[in-house]
Each structure stands twice: as C-alpha cells, then as structure tokens.
T-cell receptor, first 108, second 115 residues
Framework: GEDVEQSLFLSVREGDSSVINCTYT??????LYWYKQEPGAGLQLLTY?????DMKQDQRLTVLLNKKDKHLSLRIADTQTGDSAIYFC????????FGDGTTLTVKP | DSGVTQTPKHLITATGQRVTLRCSPR?????VYWYQQSLDQGLQFLIH???????AKGNILERFSAQQFPDLHSELNLSSLELGDSALYFC??????????????FGEGSRLTVL
C-alpha cells in the first residue's frame, strides 16, 4: 500500500529474534496494528499500540513506535516455526493503510 | 474462527462474466470492509460500509460495486471480469463504537480465478 511501507521478506533461524519494520505516512491513526496472515487464512490481529505509546510488550511480542520518524516495528522473541506467516502493519481501517506485508520464514 | 463468514470460498469463472461475493460480519458489527489481495499488489482496500451506508472508497474499479443490506451482510459484485481480477477477496468487520480499538476481524476470503 502506498501509505505504509514494509520490507517484503525476512528469514530467521528458530530461536532467534525477528524484527519486522514498517514506515507509514498517515499520522492520524489512534492505534497502529500488526496483523498476521497464515497460509490459506485471513488476517488476524496480533497486537496493536496506542499512538501515544512508545512501546508495548505482550509476551514474546514487542512493538516499538517512533512517531517522529513514523516508524513502527514488531519484535518477536524466540521465533518459532509456527511464527512463519505474512505480517502486516496497518493504520486506520478503511484507508489504503495496509502494507504489502512481510513474509517471515523461520528455519529450523 | 473470526466470526466473519465469506462465500463462496473458491470461484472459477471466465472473462467477461459477473460474480457476487457475500460476507456476513460478526454478530453486532456494523462496519464491513472489502479488500483485494493479489500477488503483485498486496492488500488493497476497496470499500467500507457502515450500517448500510458507504463510508469510504479505496482502489475500487468502476466494474465493481458493493452494498450492505439491512441485516448487515454485504455483497461485492464484480462484473466484466478480466484475468487481472483473479485474487483473494477479503471481507472484514469491526464494531466501530467509541472506545473500541478499531480491530478488524477478517473472513477467510473468497478466491476468485478468472480464466
């Protein structure tokens, strides 16, 4: 999507940390989201962060938000093979605010 | 299970034809969004309906139209189909009331193949 940019591919080894980055242009979103899409399935919300926060931690997931640079990142600690999926960052629903997605491949 | 139901799951048709994709949102959700996911263009927002009214349009072609009915289910109509319309079409719903986070609940998609 033109409002959100993500790198397309990331490959890591099982047990390593994964960091997926996203830059966005529309700063009006109250929340910013990370969605996960497993093969053959729809997108599912993974986590979100309120736009006034800098960081949110949720078990193995850490979301960092740099509003000045309009940069959002998702860190997955101790990445597992089950984390292999496409990850999308997104802003306000109803606009062209989904990135193209980052395909995460986790190698055993 | 997100609670969003899309039918059909798979559809194969020929160029020039017309198809209708159907979406039933989660119970109580007033907003329905349609997205197109293709290999070369990622996830593209098409259109948003709230409680029967069109709220926003994205990259939706004139050959495509949608509506949301009083029972809140929605249909996406694709006409004069072209090979390039082959894609996964997702419907998503959300609550859209004050205090909610705007989370979208996605269906499993309708895979359209145009031959």
């Amino acid at each position: 999507g033109e409002d959100v940019e993500q790198s397309l591919f990331l490959s890591v080894r099982e047990g390593d940390s994964s960091v997926i980055n996203c830059t966005y242009t529309d700063s009006s979103s109250t929340y910013l989201y990370w969605y996960k899409q497993e093969p053959g399935a729809g997108l599912q919300l993974l986590t979100y962060i309120f736009s006034n926060m800098d960081m949110k931690q949720d078990q193995r997931l850490t979301v960092l938000l740099n509003k000045k640079d309009k940069h959002l990142s998702l860190r997955i600690a101790d990445t597992q093979t089950g984390d292999s999926a496409i990850y999308f960052c997104a802003g306000v629903p109803g606009k062209s605010t989904f990135g193209d997605g980052t395909t995460l491949t986790v190698k055993p | 299970d997100s609670g969003v139901t899309q039918t059909p799951k798979h559809l194969i048709t020929a160029t020039g034809q017309r198809v209708t994709l159907r979406c039933s949102p989660r119970s109580g959700d007033l907003s329905v969004y349609w997205y197109q996911q293709s290999l070369d263009q990622g996830l593209q927002f098409l259109i948003h309906y709230y409680n029967g009214e069109e709220r926003a349009k994205g990259n939706i072609l004139e050959r495509f139209s949608a509506q949301q009915f009083p029972d809140l289910h929605s249909e996406l109509n694709l006409s004069s189909l072209e090979l390039g319309d082959s894609a996964l079409y997702f419907c998503a719903s959300s609550v859209r009331t004050s205090g909610n986070t705007g989370e979208l609940f996605f269906g499993e998609g309708s895979r359209l193949t145009v031959l």
